[in-house]
């Protein structure tokens, strides 16, 4: 089995939490929120993920923080996200900080989540009920077939 390190930050309605619980009820993995811990020795995994809301277009600044100040080089890489609509590159600086440590990429997981920023607060926030079970169970078969 390959061990397993999720980093996270989930500050908007912890949409993205429950991608990672989704899998941790599943399987064994290690979770770090980005939010209250700055600085984690990474080598002991064999794959790494990254998993955050989306803030205007990219993951949340302590999750980019947290690469860039402990990813180790040659690592096994993954993004996961909720957006309020997956229509764009979200993952392209996460990426591109990954690669100047030589990572490899697995891949990427997007869903949508329940979103209340700016006017949509006032008519009581857009996709309410994301993620649904069927994107939980979309992020729990990306990582099955990450480790298989
Ligand atoms: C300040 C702010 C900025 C956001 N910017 C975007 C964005 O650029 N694109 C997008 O698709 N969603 C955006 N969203 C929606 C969130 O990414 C979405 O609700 C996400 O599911 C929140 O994840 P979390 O509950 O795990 O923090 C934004 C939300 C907030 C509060």
Redesign the pocket.
């Known amino acids: 089995m390959k061990k397993t390190v999720i980093i996270y930050?989930?500050?908007?309605?912890?949409?993205?939490?429950k991608l990672i619980e989704a899998i941790s009820e599943k399987y064994q993995i290690d979770i770090i929120d980005a939010i209250e811990q700055k600085f984690a020795n990474l080598s002991e995994y064999d794959l790494i993920g990254f998993a955050?809301?989306?803030?205007?277009?990219k993951f949340y600044d302590a999750v980019e923080q947290f690469l860039k100040d402990n990813l180790p080089e040659n690592k096994a890489v993954f993004f996961m996200y909720?957006?309020?609509?997956?229509d764009k590159d979200f993952t392209y600086t996460m990426r591109t900080e990954a690669l100047k440590r030589n990572a490899i990429l697995m891949g990427k997981y997007g869903c949508?989540?329940?979103?209340t920023?700016g006017v949509w607060k006032v008519i009581g926030g857009m996709?309410k009920h994301h993620p649904t079970k069927k994107e939980l169970d979309g992020a729990v078969k990306f990582y099955e077939a990450l480790i298989e």
């Open positions: 930050a989930s500050t908007h309605h912890g949409n993205t939490r955050s809301g989306i803030d205007f277009g909720t957006c309020a609509r997956d949508r989540g329940y979103n920023y996709n």
